[in-house]
């Protein structure tokens, strides 16, 4: 196989942003620049394109309530060209250009946590209410017995009837048929996100890649009458759980390639060998976790690219168009005009932002001096996750910020451990604890300087009642 060099880029910075908020706008034209629709959770969404290494601006909405997701639609058979959000119990839709067209309020009493559309078909899932509207006239309805992660739809040009997917945290995929329920898919973990395989549901518009909380990714066939495991990538090395998923041929060879994204800020591509099986073919590792990937062309005509979103913002690409030249012995490499006036444009912005730091240093200062002052607990958003690790019997804690972390308390009033974790290069303290008062661990965690995201290990004391505990559907009698 080719092997994948692909370097990464930083475009621009947007607010704290939810799972799958980020897309790239079709084009009718191959290899042709795209625009980047992000939606974050002040509730602006913003379209933008880049033209020679600049951000170009092609809307902006004002801010509003937190967007929870971001789809594009359009007519079946056609360019999903239109932009639609999820915003509390609202969907709006907007054009390329950014005009709204459409603002539907659904008056559910649950917010809105996940959406697919697909032509005049609108799926909406709550945290445990799914419901079906057409042309925004409610259709079908049903109530999960656990709650629904993500939303999808095989594919309606190639299959006939309606089949909505949901993923849903008891580690199951409920397949349903108008208001009831098809049938239900067990799989080895809680499934986060969905993707139709190959974009059009592979032979029979039946198949549908998800992901689990536990990292894993797999691939089932969603027939009407006997849904089947196709494969499955385990997670040998215990990384992150998946948050996104992307199908595009970003290895040039004809073959649609897999993109994944980890809450651990993983990037992964996987290409597909002869007999269909997943291959990795490259690893990327960014400093937050990845809520949107998708594969494209973005800053660059001609040159495909994997555009990444970041929960802090951070709008980041990895792309194939070489960005170093190489001169032999002797030989000298010619700077354009263009790059050196960027050079010295980065170079005036970057002492402007020195003397920004500086003067509001000065202002902090002066403002902690003074005796008139008023103490203020600044607001910021806060990404935890507490999971169950089953394959070592420990706990995962991972806490995430948009600003850099100095320092973690932990506390805790029943016995437990603290592991080590490779990807944790902070330095922990523990400080004294009186057990008879309950209180049987406390430590520090010292982060080191612009740390954003911390993970953490600790596994329970046996004997504990209900300390390692997992959802299960099939119980075994012989153990």
């Not at 993983?266 to 990795?280: F, K, M, Q, T």
Request: aromatic share 6%; glycine share 8%; hydrophobic share 35%.
């Amino acid at each position: 196989m080719m092997e994948l060099n692909l370097t990464r880029k930083d475009y621009l910075q947007v607010g704290v942003t939810s799972p799958r908020t980020m897309k790239l706008l079709p084009e009718k034209k191959s290899k042709v620049q795209q625009k980047i629709a992000v939606a974050d959770q002040t509730g602006v969404l913003q379209c933008f394109g880049l033209k020679k290494g600049e951000i170009v601006p092609l809307f902006k909405t004002l801010p509003t309530h937190k967007i929870t997701r971001l789809e594009l639609g359009g007519v079946l058979g056609s360019q999903p060209d239109k932009i639609f959000v999820a915003t509390g119990s609202e969907v709006k839709g907007y054009t390329k250009k950014g005009k709204q067209f459409l603002g539907f309020d659904t008056n559910l009493t649950e917010s809105i946590k996940t959406m697919w559309v697909c032509g005049s078909h609108l799926f909406l899932g709550g945290s445990y209410i799914f419901n079906h509207y057409i042309d925004c006239k409610d259709e079908n309805y049903y109530l999960c017995s656990d709650r629904i992660n993500d939303v999808s739809c095989l594919p309606m040009p190639r299959v006939t009837e309606v089949t909505p997917v949901l993923a849903c945290q008891d580690r199951v995929l409920r397949v349903i048929e108008k208001s009831n329920l098809l049938y239900e898919l067990e799989v080895s973990g809680p499934p986060q996100t969905l993707c139709v395989y190959a974009n059009d549901g592979g032979e029979d518009g039946e198949e549908m890649l998800y992901g689990t909380a536990d990292g894993k990714v797999g691939l089932v066939q969603l027939n009407r009458t006997s849904p089947s495991h196709r494969w499955e990538i385990p997670n040998e090395k215990r990384n992150g759980g998946i948050l996104c998923m992307d199908n595009y041929d970003i290895t040039s060879d004809g073959v649609v390639d897999l993109l994944i994204g980890r809450d651990d800020g993983i990037v992964e591509v996987y290409g597909y060998d002869e007999a269909d099986e997943p291959v990795l073919r490259f690893t990327q590792t960014l400093s937050e976790s990845v809520s949107s990937v998708q594969g494209g062309v973005v800053a660059s005509a001609g040159y495909d690219e994997i555009i990444a979103c970041t929960y802090a913002g951070w709008i980041q690409g990895l792309t194939t168009e070489p960005q170093h030249k190489e001169a032999g012995p002797g030989d000298s490499v010619k700077v354009s005009e263009e790059s050196n006036n960027k050079i010295t444009a980065l170079k005036q912005e970057l002492e402007e932002m020195q003397q920004k730091v500086l003067q509001e240093r000065e202002k902090y200062h002066y403002a902690a001096m003074n005796t008139k002052a008023i103490s203020a607990v600044p607001q910021f958003n806060i990404n935890d996750r507490f999971s169950l690790n089953k394959d070592d019997a420990s706990y995962t804690l991972s806490i995430e910020v948009q600003i850099a972390i100095d320092n973690v308390l932990l506390q805790s009033d029943v016995p437990i451990d603290l592991l080590d974790v490779d990807k944790n290069s902070a330095v922990v303290s523990y400080s004294a604890c009186d057990s008879e008062n309950g209180n049987f661990l406390l430590a520090t965690y010292r982060c080191q300087a612009n740390t954003t995201r911390l993970e953490l290990k600790v596994r329970s004391i046996e004997g504990q009642p209900l300390s390692l505990h997992q959802r299960t559907h099939i119980l075994d009698d012989t153990r």
